[in-house]
Structures are given as C-alpha cells and as structure tokens.
C-alpha cells in the first residue's frame, strides 16, 4: 500500500511510528483502496468502487450488500462455511435493492458487505459499528470466514467480510450501499501502555472538565491502560433519552427524518441519580470532554462491573481530531449507549462509566475528524443519530 505525497510533518510521523506498531490513517486507506482488483481492499462483483468520503482519518466505513437474510440465530464462521450455515438457519431472504428492507426488532439478519479484504502479511483488521448505529439500538457485528472471533481479522486476510444485524429498540429501514460498520487496519501492536499513556496525557491533556484540562494526578488509568471515565448526569435536562416502545420504523440511511418525539422518552436526574428499567436502552453523555489528538485514535470500552447490570458502548472507536481544535482543544463529550439487564439499576452523577484505550496512528491524518463536513458529532453533547430531529 504505498502512500501519496504528504507534507514533511506527516512524513516524520511516519517514520516515527515505524518502528512500532500503528493504524494506517486516511492516505493509507485510499491508497488501499485505489486498486479495486489489487488493493488490500476491493469491491465485492458487482459493488460500485468505494466512494471519496467513505475513507475516515484513520477508519474505513464499510457498506451493505444487495441482500439481508434472516437467520434463526447468529453463530461463528471459524469452522463451517458461511454458505452451509445459511442453508440451515436462514428463514427468509430480503432485497436491499432500490428502497431497501424493513428488518424488524428482536430478530437477527446476516448481510454481505461490499468490501472484501486482501491484507499484506503484517496488516491485520478491526471492526466498531459506526455512531449512528449504536445511537439507534442497532446491534451488529462482523464476521470473518474461518476466524474465531467476531470483529477482526487475522494479519494478511483474505476474504469476503459479513455483518450481522439485530435491531433492538426500532424496526430499521436499511438499503444496499447504508454504512453501518467501519473498519480500521494496523500494524503491530499499536496501543499505549499505562505508562505511554501517562507521559502522553503530561504533554497533551486527553479530558477536560467543562473549559479546564483534568490535571494529570487527578485522572485513572487502569493497568491495561484505559483511561476511566464518568457519567454526566448534572446539569443536562434531560440527562438522557430513553428508546420508547412500539415505535414506528427508522429510516437509517436518511436525516433529520423523523420527530424524536416519536421514537425517544426525556429522563431527568433525581437529586443526581437516575434508575434504568431492565431491558431498555438509554443514551447518556460523559461528565468529561474528550480530546483525541491528530496522532492518536482511541476505542471507548466498558468498565467490568463485574456482575453484569449493563451493557455499554456498541460503538466506541473515535478517529484522531475527535474534540481537538488547534488553538484551544476543550474537548467534545462521548455519547454512552446504554441497556439494563435483569433487574432496575441506579447510575448516578460522576459514577465511573466506560473507558478509552488509545493507539498510536502511523501520523496525523491528512483531514482530522469533522473537518469539511457539514455536520458530525464532534461537537455533540447528549446528541441522538442523525435521522432523528428536534423539532
């Protein structure tokens, strides 16, 4: 995957990251996928080349094919082909052509994804839902023909990719070429140590705290290096949306496209504290504002609880600029997606809530996130998807 031309800056980057590992950033991607029979990424027979804005500072948006089947259950590819497990559990066969499908909540459907992979030997791959899908209950995730685990990719794979879908909240309206997974590639092993993160977060403050940068000793970093982070109940009315029930249809692919009274319910925060109702999904935002410098990438992970009240966090990779202005990076706060289990639980104002694990990218991208783009999250507070509206 040779690069194109870049600025002095970006080259000395490069270099610097060479000897260790890195996520390829945005002229990497579309250097890969420049060559739509020999570049590490290609269009599946059939499939439009991949379009200009599909490639991301330091991720790739993958597209839906023409097909979704519904399937009596999910299940990994390691051993038997994708093909044979169809055969046994899908249950019907809808077409995403034209206007799309209707896939209906609780069920689950596997459609193929436009792009396939052929990855040099030291390059292997990743996988987060995009925001807009965690923001509307869209439970998905990727599976790789003959590899154990969802969401990645062996180094130097070969091979169709395929997504599974489950809409929980809303029945949702998708259509072939719809973004609903991105991908990023690397090399090596990329993230940040506690003890990198914690020279880093000296030189460049990685949170802030309303217009302050959370002093240094103030912040946790577990010791796998994730940086600990809190729920922001105070002072936002509502403090959060909840998913309500019997709904009409989402369209996923369209925006400002329906009332979000109609689709989300306002909680607001008694005396800072909030109870979730089992079974319901919530969408919170963090106390702190997040910062992700032009050279790093971060994936935003649960906290362990430890007796398993929560699921958190579908969708958790933020690509580098995420909350970062030049002259004065105040930060840009995460948005939480939330679901109870099993019995009432109560969050409250502060409570330690998800974490950010950071990663070295292979220099700072050519656009960062948000810029020339008429709207993006990276100014978002308690924001929902974009096919919602507030009117």
Not at 20 to 25: A, D, P, R
Not at 173 to 196: C, H, K, P, S, V
Not at 295 to 323: C, K, Q, S, T, W
Request: proline letters at 7%.
């Amino acid at each position: 995957m040779e690069r194109s031309s870049q600025p002095e800056a970006s080259r000395a980057d490069a270099r610097a990251a060479a000897d260790t590992g890195h996520i390829l950033v945005d002229r990497e991607l579309r250097a890969a996928v420049a060559d739509a029979r020999q570049g590490a990424v290609r269009v599946a027979a059939g499939a439009p080349a991949v379009a200009p804005d599909q490639v991301q500072p330091a991720s790739l948006d993958l597209r839906l094919g023409a097909v979704a089947y519904r399937i009596r259950s999910g299940f990994l590819p390691e051993r038997t082909p994708v093909s044979e497990r169809l055969a046994e559990l899908a249950t019907a066969e809808l077409s995403l052509e034209g206007g799309g499908a209707v896939l209906e909540r609780g069920l689950v459907y596997l459609v193929p994804i436009e792009e396939e992979l052929d990855l040099p030997a030291e390059v292997w791959g990743r996988f987060n839902p995009r925001s807009s899908t965690g923001r509307c209950d869209v439970f998905t995730r990727v599976l790789v023909p003959g590899h154990p685990s969802f969401d990645e990719t062996p180094a130097g794979y070969r091979g169709k990719l395929w997504l599974e879908i489950a809409p929980l909240s809303f029945p949702v309206r998708l259509a072939r070429g719809d973004r609903l997974t991105q991908l990023r590639l690397q090399r090596g092993a990329a993230r940040l140590t506690r003890q990198e993160l914690r020279v880093r977060y000296n030189e460049t403050p990685l949170c802030y705290e309303g217009e302050r940068p959370i002093d240094e000793e103030d912040v946790r970093i577990d010791e796998d290096g994730g940086l600990l982070l809190r729920v922001g109940l105070a002072g936002r009315s509502p403090c959060a949306w909840r998913a309500a029930l019997g709904t009409d249809v989402v369209s996923f692919g369209a925006e400002d496209a329906h009332p979000a009274e109609d689709f989300w319910e306002p909680v607001h925060a008694k005396i800072d504290h909030c109870v979730l109702e089992p079974g319901r999904f919530y969408i919170f935002a963090s106390r702190e504002r997040i910062v992700i410098p032009p050279d790093l990438a971060a994936e935003m992970l649960p906290v362990d609880v430890g007796i398993g009240e929560l699921r958190n966090n579908y969708a958790g990779f933020f690509d580098p600029g995420f909350g970062w202005r030049e002259a004065e990076p105040r930060g840009t706060p995460a948005v939480l997606e939330v679901r109870a289990h099993d019995v009432p639980f109560l969050i409250e104002e502060g409570q330690v809530f998800f974490r950010l694990r950071f990663f070295r990218t292979s220099g700072r991208p050519d656009v960062l996130y948000g810029e020339g783009r008429v709207r993006s999250y990276g100014d978002q507070d308690l924001t929902l998807g974009r096919m919602f509206r507030g009117d």
